[in-house]
Nanobody
């Protein structure tokens, strides 16, 4: 499984961005997917994710009501719509997939990340 993010950029506080994650390879083996972010000097943190099986979503408390995670299974795409962005949300945003392989079990794939910069 390979993941490629896009859609990052520079936006003013209060603005919006939509991030995209394209999955390729053995996408049928993906259990769950989500978005994480890592700001300079901070640990990587969960932003939003689909549960295993994709029936539920979860969000970090800080983004509830402003961010929406959704996907297009037919296109193997996942998105993160981010509204009312704040300067403190400047970070590299990563797409993550939990993958199951019968021979090796569960492992995780990460994309290369896309930079989101929110100016004040």
């Amino acid at each position: 499984v390979q993941l490629v993010e896009s859609g990052g950029g520079l936006v003013q506080a209060g603005g919006s961005l939509r991030l995209s994650c394209a999955a390729s390879g053995s996408t049928f083996s993906i259990n769950a997917m989500g978005w994480y972010r890592q700001a300079p000097g901070k640990q990587r943190e969960l932003v939003a994710a689909f549960s295993s099986g994709g029936s539920r979503t979860k969000y970090a408390d800080s983004v509830k009501g402003r961010f929406t995670i959704y996907r297009d299974n037919a296109k193997n795409m996942m998105y993160l719509q981010m509204n009312s962005l704040k300067p403190e949300e400047t970070a590299v945003y990563y797409c993550n997939a939990e993958v199951y392989d019968p021979s090796s079990g569960i492992y995780y794939r990460w994309g290369q990340g896309t930079q989101v910069t929110v100016s004040s």
